[in-house]
C-alpha cells in the first residue's frame, strides 16, 4: 500500500530532533534503570527514588510499582516548586462557554485556591487516603479541587459532568467516598447542566457526609442542611497556606473509572510518582513543550485526557494549560480558531470526531481566522482517517504545523505511541512509533508474537511508569482484564497493523468496548439498561462505523411476548439509557426483532450483529454453530 508521508516541517526546530530521539530510544534499551531515574528527576522528591520499576506480568508473581521507594507531593510539584520564580505566570486560562467571558489564574493563585480547598476538605474531616468525588464543569476550581486533594493525600476520582445521577451514584458507591465537590450548573452550548441536582439524585440513597457547592451561573439550588456547603461562604475564611502529605511514589492519586467489555465501569487507579513521571514526561516529549507556549488540549477532566493534559502534565512543566468549558460549534463552528486567536495558542489537542465535524462545515470557519500562533497539532481518542488528518494537517495547520496522533488509554496514564513532532516522519492515519522504552507486541489468537509488517491484537511488553496499578478493590479483575487474554503481557484491547517502516495503525477495539465521539462505552452497560426496561427481553449492542463520530451504537433488542415494538417504544428506551448512564450512551439505532442470533450454547454471535449494523448483507462467515440460522433473515428484514 503506498502511503502519504510528511517529514517534519521546515523551521519547526524542535529540541528533539532525529539524533536525540535515537539516542532516548537507545538508553531506554541500554539502561533502562537509569533512564527511568533519568526521568524521574523532572520532579521534586522529598526523597528520592533509588529503584525504578519492579513489576511482573506473570501470575504468580504479578505486581507493578515503580519508584517505590520515593516520596514525594504532587501538588508541591505542580504548584509550590513554580512559586519562587514564577508565582505571576499564567497556570490556568480559563475559556468559558461564552466567548472572553473567561478568567487566568497564575500558579500563585492557583497555589492559594488550591490551599483554601485543601483546608476546607480538611475542616470536613476528609484524611489522607479517603475518596473524593468531583462532578464539576471546566472551571478553575475544578483543577484546585483535585490538587487539593493530592495535597492532603485524598484519592480523587472525577466523574465527567455528562454522566447521568444513576452512574455517578455507581462510582460514588464503588468508592466510597467521603465527600462530593460540585457546581450549581454546568453551562456548554448555551445549555445549563444541573450538577448540583444530579449530586443530590445520586445522593438520595447514601450517607456522603460532605456536598461542596462551587457557584458557577449563580443559579437557586436546594443546599441540605449540615451536608451541603456553598464554596463561597467559606473561601475569604480559609488560610491559604496548607502543609502538604509528603506521600509515597505508590500511594493512590486518583481513580478514574472507565467501561470495559464486562460488567459494571471499572475503578483505574494511578498512583502518585509513577504517574507524575510519566506525563511529565509525554507533556515534555510529544507536545516539544517551550516555556513560552499556551497549551490546548480541548478535553473534560471527566476524562484521563483532561487529568494528564489539562491538569497535570502541562502544571507538572509549568506551562500555561487552557481549560474550555464550551463545545466546538457555539457560539459557531469557528470557535476553537477565533478562540486560538485570541488566546495565542500555540499548541492544540483535540479528538478525532471534533475536527470531522468542524472539517464538515467547511474551510471557510478556519481560514476566517489567523492561526499564525500554532506551531503544533494533536489528536487523542480513535483513530484518525487519512482525510481528517490532512485536512488537519493543511486547512488548520497550514501544513507548518505537525500533527501528532497520540494513541494511549486511562489505563495507560499518558501517550506511549505519538511522533515526536521535531524527528519523526509523520503518516495520516498511524500513531507512528512507539515512545522510548514503549514495547508493543502483535500477537494473534494463538498467542503467537508475530514480527515485522503484520496485523494483531495490540500488547505491550513491559510496564512504563504511568500504568495502572489495580483495579480499586478489585486486583483480581485487573489481571483478569489485562493479563490474562496473553500471559506475561500487558493487553490492550485495541487491534493494530504495523507496516513495512515499523509504523502502528490502530484499527480500534477488538473486544465490546464501543468508542462514540472518544468516549468508550462498555456494550454491557447499554445492554444492561436496556433490559431494566419492563417490555424488554433482551439487548445485544454493537458499534458501526459513522462519518462523526467515528463510532455509533446499534442496539437489538427482543421484547417480551406480547409487546410491541414501534417509534414510542425507541424514544423511550433512547431515554432509559440517557437516564442510566448518560446521553452520549444514547443508541443510535434501535432494531427490534424477534431473537438474537445465538449458538447452540447461548453465546450472542456479535460478530453476526456487527455485520449486519455495518449494512452486509451476506459474508457472515460460519453460521452453521447458530442454534437457529434463520435469525440471520429476520434480522436482515428488520435492519434500521
Ligand atoms: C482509542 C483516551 C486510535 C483506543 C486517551 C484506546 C485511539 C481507547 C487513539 C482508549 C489514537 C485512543 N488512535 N485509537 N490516537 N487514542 N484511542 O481510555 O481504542 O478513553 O484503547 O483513553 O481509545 O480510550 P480512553
Not at 483535585?146 to 468508592?175: N, Q, T, Y
Not at 470526531?353 to 503544533?376: C, F, K, M, N, Q
Request: proline fraction near 5%; hydrophobic fraction near 40%; include cysteine.
Amino acid at each position: 500500500m503506498s502511503e502519504t508521508v510528511h517529514r517534519v516541517p521546515d523551521g519547526f526546530g524542535a529540541r528533539i530532533g532525529p539524533r536525540e530521539l535515537a539516542e532516548l530510544n537507545a538508553l531506554a534499551d541500554a539502561q533502562p534503570d537509569r533512564f527511568w531515574l533519568d526521568q524521574a528527576k523532572r520532579l521534586t522528591w522529598n526523597k528520592s527514588p533509588t529503584e525504578a520499576g519492579d513489576w511482573s506480568f506473570d501470575e504468580d508473581t504479578f505486581g507493578i510499582r515503580w519508584f517505590a521507594d520515593g516520596e514525594l507531593n504532587l501538588s508541591v510539584n505542580c504548584l509550590d516548586r513554580h512559586l519562587p520564580a514564577h508565582g505571576d505566570r499564567v497556570a490556568l486560562i480559563f475559556e468559558a462557554d461564552e466567548p472572553g467571558q473567561g478568567r487566568s489564574m497564575t500558579y500563585r493563585e492557583l497555589y492559594e485556591e488550591t490551599c483554601r480547598f485543601a483546608n476546607l476538605l480538611k475542616q470536613r474531616g476528609v484524611k489522607r487516603g479517603d475518596r473524593v468525588m468531583i462532578y464539576m464543569p471546566m472551571i478553575p476550581e475544578a483543577a484546585a479541587a483535585m490538587l487539593a486533594c493530592a495535597r492532603i493525600g485524598a484519592i480523587h476520582s472525577v466523574v465527567f459532568g455528562g454522566f447521568s445521577p444513576e452512574s455517578l451514584a455507581g462510582r460514588i458507591d464503588d468508592c466510597d467516598a467521603c465527600a462530593v465537590i460540585t457546581a450549581d450548573e454546568g453551562v456548554r452550548g448555551s445549555k445549563y447542566i444541573p450538577l448540583k441536582r444530579n449530586v443530590d439524585a445520586a445522593l438520595e440513597e447514601g450517607d456522603v457526609p460532605t456536598v461542596i457547592v462551587v457557584k458557577r451561573t449563580g443559579a437557586d439550588v436546594p443546599m441540605k442542611r449540615g451536608r451541603d456547603i456553598f464554596y463561597s461562604d467559606w473561601r475569604d475564611a480559609l488560610a491559604t497556606e496548607c502543609e502538604p502529605e509528603v506521600m509515597n511514589a505508590e500511594d493512590p492519586l486518583f481513580i478514574l473509572y472507565t467501561s470495559g467489555s464486562t460488567g459494571k465501569p471499572k475503578g483505574v487507579v494511578h498512583t502518585t510518582g509513577g504517574y507524575a513521571v510519566w506525563v511529565a514526561t509525554t507533556f515534555d516529549w510529544v507536545f516539544d513543550y517551550r516555556s513560552e507556549d499556551i497549551f490546548w488540549c480541548t478535553a473534560d477532566i471527566g476524562w484521563v485526557t483532561g487529568h494528564s493534559y489539562v491538569v497535570y502534565g502541562p502544571l507538572l512543566n509549568r506551562a500555561t494549560s487552557v481549560m474550555f468549558d464550551g463545545v466546538p460549534n457555539y457560539p459557531d463552528f469557528g470557535r476553537f480558531w477565533e478562540t486560538v486567536d485570541r488566546l495565542g495558542v500555540t499548541i492544540f489537542y483535540t479528538a478525532p470526531t471534533a475536527i470531522r465535524a468542524l472539517e464538515r462545515e467547511g474551510d471557510d470557519w478556519v481560514t476566517r481566522y489567523s492561526r499564525r500562533s500554532l506551531r503544533l497539532l494533536g489528536t487523542v481518542g480513535e483513530p484518525i482517517n487519512p482525510d481528517a488528518w490532512e485536512w488537519y494537517y493543511r486547512v488548520v495547520g497550514d501544513s507548518r504545523c505537525p500533527v501528532v496522533d497520540t494513541w494511549w488509554q486511562t489505563e495507560t496514564g499518558g501517550i506511549l505511541i505519538s511522533p515526536f513532532p521535531g524527528a519523526t516522519d509523520m503518516k495520516p492515519g498511524s500513531a507512528t512509533k512507539p515512545l522510548p522504552g514503549i514495547k508493543p507486541l502483535l500477537v494473534d489468537a494463538q498467542h503467537n508474537v508475530l514480527e515485522g509488517a503484520t496485523s494483531g491484537n495490540l500488547c505491550i511488553a513491559s510496564s512504563w511508569p504511568g500504568q495502572m496499578r489495580t483495579v480499586w478493590q478489585d486486583h483480581g479483575r485487573f489481571f483478569e482484564t489485562y493479563f490474562k487474554a496473553y500471559p506475561g503481557l500487558y493487553f490492550t484491547g485495541d487491534g493494530c497493523r504495523r507496516d513495512e517502516d515499523g509504523y502502528y495503525w490502530i484499527t480500534g477495539r477488538v473486544d465490546d468496548v464501543i468508542n462514540v465521539s472518544g468516549h468508550r462505552i462498555g456494550s454491557a452497560e447499554v445492554e444492561s439498561s436496556l433490559v431494566s426496561h419492563r417490555k424488554v427481553a433482551e439487548a445485544a449492542v454493537v458499534g458501526y462505523p459513522h462519518d462523526i463520530k467515528g463510532q455509533a451504537i446499534y442496539a437489538y433488542v427482543t421484547l417480551n411476548a406480547g409487546e410491541e415494538g414501534d417509534e414510542d417504544l425507541r424514544k423511550e428506551l433512547i431515554q432509559e439509557v440517557r437516564h442510566d448512564i448518560g446521553a452520549f450512551s444514547a443508541p443510535e439505532k434501535i432494531h427490534f426483532t424477534p431473537a438474537l442470533p445465538k449458538t447452540r450454547s447461548g453465546k450472542i454471535m456479535r460478530r453476526i450483529l456487527r455485520k449486519i449494523a455495518e449494512g452486509a448483507t451476506d459474508g457472515f462467515g460460519d453460521t452453521s454453530t447458530l442454534a437457529d440460522p434463520t435469525v440471520v433473515d429476520a434480522l436482515l428484514a428488520g435492519r434500521q
